[in-house]
């Protein structure tokens, strides 16, 4: 059933991304999603595990708050850079991710990554290295807002 969600989604990915509907332009679509689809069956077999599509509603609960985190540490990291460069002090620290499903670390470190001003460096047996540009943006990943948001919507119990 999981290679049927997959078809559809890679297939209406390829058709927003291209935007084209052309006979030799859907063929060369459909072969690239056969392709996929084909490697993704093989990491079947090898993983033993298959992979599954997370249910729309996480993402819909997700996707709008990283972008507005996005959005607000865009904002927070122009005026920094136009301001004054006495603001800005770079650090480097490790974030413990211990609390995490192991499953969701890796969008964790991911979405810190995505967040301007913040960069996952290293992911290592339940902690995440992260550079930022101001300690502030530190001490925010250690009070733990997107680590709680993760843990709640992408938790294993969901």
Do not use: C
């Not at 996707?63 to 122009?78: D, E, M, N, R």
């Not at 460096?121 to 995440?128: K, S, T, Y």
């Not at 502030?136 to 709680?148: D, N, P």
Request: proline content about 5%.
């Amino acid at each position: 059933m999981h290679i049927v969600k997959w078809t559809v989604v890679l297939s209406i990915f390829w058709l927003l991304l291209s935007g084209y509907i052309e006979p030799l332009l859907l063929s060369f679509g459909a072969i690239s999603v056969v392709v996929v689809l084909l490697v993704l069956k093989r990491m079947d077999k090898v993983e033993n595990e298959p992979g599954h599509i997370g249910t729309s509603l996480r993402l819909i609960r997700y996707a709008p708050w990283l972008i507005g985190q996005i959005f607000s540490s865009g904002l927070h990291v122009t005026k920094l850079i136009w301001g004054s460069p006495d603001k800005v002090s770079p650090a480097l620290a490790k974030i413990s991710a211990k609390d995490i499903p192991p499953s969701s670390r890796v969008l964790y470190a991911n979405s810190i990554t995505l967040t301007p001003g913040t960069l996952s460096v290293d992911l290592e047996e339940g902690e995440v290295t992260v550079h930022a540009l101001q300690e502030s943006s530190i001490a925010e990943l250690e009070e733990g807002q997107m680590e709680k948001k993760i843990t709640a919507i992408w938790g294993e119990n969901k």
